[in-house]
Structures are given as C-alpha cells and as structure tokens.
C-alpha cells in the first residue's frame, strides 16, 4: 500500500498524456493505434538532441579531414610516416567517437539525423589541409581538438543544472564528461606539447638543419 501511495505521488507530478500506460489502455480499448509515450525518451534529452546530432556530425567531418591530412604525409612526397600515424589515430578517434555518440542518441531514445549541421568549422577547408606543412598542420589540429571541446563544454552546460531546468539531463552530462571531455583534455595538451618542440627545434640557432630537425621529430612521432 505505501508503495502505491509513493507511486500516486510520483504521477500527480507529470500530465497524465504522458503516460505509456495511458497510450496502452487507449491501444487495448481501440481508441489509438499509437504509443507516443511508450519510447525509452526522457529528462531533458529531446530538448537539445539536434545539439548532440550536429556534434556526433562535426566528428565525421573531422575524421575525413584528418584522414585527408594523414594521407597528405604519407605520399612520397612529404614521406612523413610520424605525422600520417598521428593524424590517421586522430581520424580513427573522430570516427568513434561519431558512432559511439549516434549509439548513445539511439539508446536514449532519439533518431540520428545526418544531416543536421552547424556552421562551417574550423578544419572543413580541404584546400588548407592540403597546402599546410608539419607544424601548420600540428597547429591546426590543435585548433580543431580545443573547437570541439569548447562544444563538447557548451553541450554539457546545455543539459546541466547551470542551464534551464527544462534542459537539464544528469545523464547526457555525465556522459559528455566521461566519454569526451576529459580525453579532449589530454589530446589538447598533447599536441600543444607538439608544437612547441618543433617549434624549438626549427628555432634553435645551434640546432641541426631544418629538414633533419624535422625528419627527426618524425621520427620521435612514430614511436609516440
């Protein structure tokens, strides 16, 4: 008895439309053919879902351009297998992380629109990609890696409590802080750490010739 008071109290707090089990007995009675409230959506999810469908797309994107970047070094031309690995392990994160997202959109409760956008990025210029050397294409990677952190954070304040309540979701926030926030932490630094090495390297008055300081730091990305 006293779990069904708890229960009454629960559901006097919601409209009762939105009920599965209103759709169901309307179902066994003939009055609808349809359950709208029988979905596995709930919280503040739907309120922002376009918001996570942009970003797991601006992770496929990226993953074509580091792909596209990794490939750019690989040719005999540059002949840079250190950089290519970096950017290739780069693509294949981008990659995992779309689907490991579009996953999570479905298990809440969504559908994954691919179509859904937002503006232009930062790393959607294939003619630049093309045309960087070694430590413009670091730079711009590390360009891209804090642009969609900065919206992996933005998402998070969407469906926390720092937001509007009607957005809020524990759930989506936690995922955004175990699944991408703290690794986009450790890429960022990684690649700013990149950079200012080469940057020494190329700099350094007593250093060795240009392009060996360069071959060499390929060398110390390969095994990294």
């Not at 596209?68 to 297998?81: M, S």
Request: proline residues 1%; contains cysteine; hydrophobic residues 40%.
């Amino acid at each position: 008895m006293k779990g069904l008071y708890i229960l009454a109290a629960i559901l006097v707090t919601v409209s009762a439309e939105d009920f599965c089990t209103n759709d169901a007995i309307a179902g066994c009675t003939g009055q609808s053919d349809e359950l709208i409230n029988c979905n596995a959506s709930f919280s503040g999810f739907a309120q922002n879902v376009q918001h996570l469908q942009a970003y797991a797309n601006e992770h496929i994107s990226k993953s074509f351009d580091y792909l596209l970047l990794a490939a750019n070094f690989g040719t005999h031309v540059k002949n840079r297998p250190g950089f290519e690995k970096q950017f290739r392990a780069l693509s294949d994160a981008a990659w995992g992380n779309a689907i490991k997202l579009i996953k999570h959109i479905t298990k809440r409760g969504g559908v994954h629109d691919f179509y859904t956008k937002k503006s232009p990025s930062v790393h959607s210029q294939q003619k630049r990609i093309l045309e960087v050397d070694e430590l413009n294409a670091l730079a711009l990677a590390l360009d891209v890696e804090k642009t969609m952190a900065l919206e992996a954070h933005r998402l998070h304040e969407r469906y926390s409590h720092a937001n509007n309540k009607a957005h809020y979701d524990a759930e989506i926030a936690h995922y955004l802080e175990e699944e991408f926030i703290e690794s986009q932490a450790g890429t960022v630094r990684r690649f700013s750490g990149y950079i200012n090495d080469l940057k020494r390297l190329i700099q350094n008055p007593v250093s060795l010739d240009t392009s060996l300081s360069v071959y060499l730091f390929d060398e110390y990305l390969q095994k990294d």
